[in-house]
Every structure is written in C-alpha cells, then in structure tokens.
C-alpha cells in the first residue's frame, strides 16, 4: 500500500462513479487510472492486467468519442442495451481470447496466475467495450470480473486494490440500477432515414448542426 495506490484507487472510484452517472467527465479520471495502474500492475507481474490497461486506454478514447456523439441536453449519454448477437459474439469471442492468453502467459511468461488473470482481462476488455458503445449488459459483466477480482489482489497483497474492487462491485450494481431506470425514462429512439437523432436529446450544439 503506496502513494500511488492511493492515487490510483481515488481517480478510478471517481471515474467508475461518474459513468454511473453517464457523465463524460468520467474519460480525464479513466484516463489517469489506467497509466497508473499500469505501472502498478508490472510491479506485481500480473502482466496480462498490465497489458489491459493499455487496451483500456484505446477503447476509453473510441468511447470519447461514441459518448460525445449521444450526449443529450443534460449533459448525460443515451444508453441502449446490446443486441443479441452482439452479446453472444462478445462472450465468444472473450472466451477464445482468454484461452489463447492463458496459454500464452502459462508458457511463455511468469505470471502469477496466468489463467485466471487471462480470463479477467478478456472479461474487462469485453465489458471496456459493451461500455464504450454505452450497452447496459456491461455492469453485469464488471460486477462477475470484480467480486473475483477482489480475491485476486488479496492473494498479491494488494489489500487497498482489493478494497476499491469491492467498492466498484457496488458501484456496478448501483450503475446497473441507473442505467436501467435512465433506459426506461429516456425517450426510445428508433433509427430513422439519415440516422437523425431527435433534436431534444441532443445539446444545443448539435441542434444547431
């Protein structure tokens, strides 16, 4: 337990609260976390998680970009959920990539816990990715990968990682919660010739577009 843990767990609870809150002010705090944790995560050899952080950042700029091109009014993004079939293709090909990474890590690497860590990182990357594209199916994702992830960096000592880990099962519940009831309340829009979307979901810097 370090300064830069310290750091590092402060700017990733207040970015998971903000995309709880479909803020994209939540990006400037991700994007701190992920450099952080990064160096963190080589320390410890958990390599695979390393390299995730990486993949991370790569997805937050494509979900930047995705959440700016649906914010409304207020400030918040549109959430949809996802769509059969991206579901399943997401799961499969999450699976394939965990076991292609298990293997590569259990003998080629000295990572502490290579198929284990391989699986939670095609997991984070799979739900890295459901939220960029603002899909409600990737709180569940987080909160399976995050309760095993507690157990994980207690294993390595990281008490105060796993805290914030347990802290962000809560956070995904309760971001399950809002992006839901956000879902029921926002108005339903259909995809329509030309792909416009209605001008009162929209800020007023697009309604004038």
């Given at each position: ?133 603002r899909r409600i199916e990737n709180w569940w994702l987080w909160i399976a990968a ?64």
């Amino acid at each position: 337990m370090n300064v830069e843990e310290l750091v590092a767990v402060t700017v990733s609870v207040l970015a998971v609260w903000l995309t709880t809150r479909r803020s994209l002010w939540n990006y400037p705090f991700a994007f701190a976390s992920v450099g952080l944790y990064a160096h963190i995560f080589h320390d410890v050899k958990l390599y695979a998680d390393m390299a995730l952080q990486v993949v991370f950042a790569i997805t937050l700029a494509y979900g930047l970009i995705e959440w700016r091109n649906f914010q409304r009014a207020d400030g918040t993004v549109i959430v949809t959920h996802a769509p059969r079939a991206e579901l399943v293709v997401g799961l499969v090909l999450g699976a394939l990539g965990a076991l292609a990474l298990g293997a590569f890590m259990a003998t080629r690497t000295d990572a502490a816990l290579p198929w284990l860590d391989a699986a939670l990182t095609a997991a984070s990357l799979v739900g890295s990715w459901w939220a960029a594209r603002r899909r409600i199916e990737n709180w569940w994702l987080w909160i399976a990968a995050d309760v095993i992830y507690v157990g994980v960096f207690l294993y390595k000592g990281l008490q105060l990682t796993a805290a914030l880990y347990a802290a962000f099962v809560v956070l995904a519940v309760v971001g399950l919660r809002r992006w839901q009831s956000a879902f029921r309340q926002q108005a339903i829009v259909r995809p329509v010739p030309g792909g416009v979307v209605p001008a009162d979901l929209l800020g007023p810097e697009r309604r004038s577009n």
